[in-house]
């Protein structure tokens, strides 16, 4: 199952049915919709992780990135628990599609 956050709507993609508001979004989690397209950041949270979700973030200025709580992240230098608040990480810029590029 795949969760996409799109920081921009216009940026959606046409392949999966995009989920604008809040509720939707909710609603298409609460189904365990496999592939789910979203405006909605406020929802990026560990939980959806450990529902089974993999996470991608789509920046207006970027690449697409992963957010992952193994050692394998590549979108930020910081280890990634389960009790992060990822919104606000992700508020505060903790992530990047190049942050492994930065070392």
Known sequence: ???HFFEKD????QSVIPCHGW???LNAI??????????QMGLLSTRLIEDGYRVFVHPADER?????LDDKNTCTDKELRMTHNL???WQAGAFHANAT???
């Open 1 to 3: 199952m795949e969760i």
């Open 10 to 13: 216009t940026d959606m993609t």
């Open 23 to 25: 509720y939707e979004t």
């Open 30 to 39: 609460e189904k365990r919709t496999p592939c789910i397209a979203t405006t």
């Open 64 to 68: 697409p990135y992963e957010i992952r």
């Open 87 to 89: 919104f606000r990480m």
């Open 101 to 103: 590029e930065h070392h």
